[in-house]
């Protein structure tokens, strides 16, 4: 296993101050705001590649507190982010839940296949957990590891989304097994992602319970559905997920990222009962500005690859949306996730970029 490092990676350790993530996610105008990135720790990073070497398999790097903690710190050591966000993956649900889950070197994640008519899963709480215990015990050592003005963020993938990775048997480009079934097996799908919102559910409430201050429902594909599929299987399951999670701990901010939603983003920022909603970098910060209510506090939008060219794209990015969103609650972030060929250098402009300008006053 390795071993933390021995240095003392925070100047600010013993600094009693509440998290500006946390003070934003509660309705607060900060400024700057408060930024983390989505893949903030990854391959961008020599350290972690350095890391990721240790280990044979991506899994047993998720399942090893101690690398997963070093993994999940090394961004806010290197760029004094104002979040870390535990070092997972979201198919350790499927995993847990008892399906063979694999990741293949340039081919991304691989899962046996569920078809229609197949035994689905079975949620067995104590099981599920037992599964995952050392990821909560990677929440644990991270709480303990950051400085109390560094939120930490938690994070599971959204039903539709881990359904996709489960029946695809991997990434696809067109999504044709999983949505024909939603059409032509209405009850078989419904019951698979009744499992899944009840795992899910049960999963970010544990990581809660270990130590996480908000989480994120991410929902990478829910882009490929229409409007009333989009309802029925990323706006409803959210919802459950928010109401079961609230339900037990209320005082915990929920974050939604329906990836690629379009227009539907006014109905899953309306309907699902999330606290803050981050949006990709296709969506216009004017007029998600002007749509969104601020009720919901807005998380994003930079593309990632202005942040890959660096430069006046960087710069006229980080402007745009400063100009429009950041005079209301807002956490900046990327559309997506960095990209691995990302310089470093681009990602510390970037902060600076942030923290060193002042948003448009309103009108």
Sequence with gaps: MTELSDTTPFENAGAETHPKLLRVLGGEVVNPPPIWLMRQAGRHLPEYRALRAKTANFLEFCYTPDIAIEASLQPVRRYGLDAAIMFSDILVVPDALGRKVSFEVGEGPKLDPLRPGDVLPVFEEDTFHAKLNQVYSTVIGLRAALPPEVALIGFAGAPW????????????????????????????????????????????????????QTVQIFDTWAGVLPPDQFRRWVIEPTAEIVRRVREAHPEVPIIGFPRGAGNNYIAYAFETGIDAMSIDATVSTSWAARAIPERCVLQGNLDNLALLAGGAALERGVRDILTHLGSRPFVFNLGHGILPDTPPEHVERLIELVRGQVSTPRA
């Design 161 to 212: 989304t881990v359904a996709t990775y489960m029946v695809e048997g991997g990434g696809s480009r067109d999504f044709q097994k999983i949505r024909r079934w939603a059409y032509t097996d209405l009850g078989g799908f419904a019951r698979l992602m009744d499992l899944l919102v009840e795992a899910t559910a049960s999963y970010l409430c544990r990581q809660i319970s270990a130590g996480v």
